[in-house]
């Protein structure tokens, strides 16, 4: 080999060294990616949702499940449990559930997001929503609201009822059950006199009671002063 021809081919491998060199510069990232020597098979080709597929005879990517299919957790099996109705199509009394204080802690905190929006924290039907304009509901506390039966409660978180939209895609079938001890622990909070309340705790109470009527008439005395 000349002289001539080792210059230029280290002028010819420094230029390559220096083009790898640019490539590592920092906060410039790399628009092409690495070089991949080994694939290994990462990359592969896909079909994207509802395309065309060119290996199925129909011609379509999605393939239909095979008849009688079940997604995990959609098993619906129990017709009162995921209707709320018997099997002569009348709704069921009482919630099909056991029901323990965590779950109307469950449903106190799912109907706060979904439900108290329009029927408010209190359920007397002045959420916020209703604030801004939306068709106020009744309130929880009237009797005919009471009367409701749980499966029938149900029906309307599932299905909506007249201007109420269905919250069946929002709240699944656990959490609409949830919500249904919760609003009964709810009404009875609003319906409730003082032998609801077990002896012991009524004396505490009545104290309470009688501090804050202390603490108000002071209150009002230094106003007045
Ligand atoms: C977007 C506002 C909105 C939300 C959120 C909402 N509701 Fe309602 N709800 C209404 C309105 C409006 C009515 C009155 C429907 C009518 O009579 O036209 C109503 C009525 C009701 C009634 C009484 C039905 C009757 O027979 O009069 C019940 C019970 C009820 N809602 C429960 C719920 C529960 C439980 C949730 C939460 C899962 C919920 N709602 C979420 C707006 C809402």
Redesign the pocket.
Known sequence: MRTGQVTTLMVILSLVMLSFLAGCSRNRPARKPPIHLNPNMDNQEKYKAQSESKFFADGSTMRIPVDGTVARGELFDDPIYNTGKLPNGKFVKKVPVEVDYDLIKRGQE??NI??????SRLGD?Q?L??KKG?????T?HQD??RQ?TDG??FG??SN??????S?SS??PVED?WA??TF?RALQRSHNADLSDIPADQREALEKAENDSKEQESKVEGEAVK
Do not use: K, S, T, W
Not at 114 to 119: E, S, T, W, Y
Not at 160 to 165: E, K, L
């Open positions: 799912r109907f979904f439900c108290a929006p329009c029927h039907g959420g929503l209703i939306y068709i106020p509901p009744p929880f005919r609201i409701i029938e409660m309307i978180i909506g009822v007249r201007n109420m939209p919250y929002q709240v609409r919500i249904i609003l």
